[in-house]
Nanobody
Framework: YLAQSGGESVQAGDSLRLSCTAFGRSFLYNAMGWFRRAPGKDLEFVAAINWNGDSTYYSDAANGRFSISRVNAENSLYLQMSALKPEDTAVYYC????????????????????WGNGTQVTVSS
């Protein structure tokens, strides 16, 4: 399973880092990513990273402010968020694609089939 941490309430303009660690299996050779769901809105893609970290992809909302990274030796995934805005308020989900080492932009939910329980990020103005 994917265990998440790092969500909290912050002020607009602050930075925050979300963490995700896999237990029970390794995603060493799998693409991973982050999604979010804001109150009353649909699930939204945030960022994805391929198995070794040399390829990343971001949503327009995340591009330039968020950075996805991974440490395979720790079986961990991170999302560094900066210049946070109230519209970033959401439950953030760590995900993994058990079937691919590459980012599958054309697949539903980028092919992610393992999901963490989510962590709440609240940004106040």
């Amino acid at each position: 399973y994917l265990a998440q941490s790092g969500g909290e309430s912050v002020q607009a303009g602050d930075s925050l880092r979300l963490s995700c660690t896999a237990f029970g299996r390794s995603f060493l050779y799998n693409a991973m990513g982050w999604f979010r769901r804001a109150p009353g809105k649909d699930l939204e893609f945030v960022a994805a990273i391929n198995w070794n970290g040399d390829s990343t992809y971001y949503s327009d909302a995340a591009n330039g402010r968020f950075s996805i990274s991974r440490v395979n030796a720790e079986n961990s995934l991170y999302l560094q968020m900066s210049a946070l805005k109230p519209e970033d308020t959401a439950v953030y989900y760590c995900t993994a694609d058990s079937a691919s080492s590459s980012i599958r932009r054309g697949a539903e939910n980028y092919g992610m089939d393992y999901w963490g329980n989510g962590t709440q990020v609240t940004v106040s103005s």
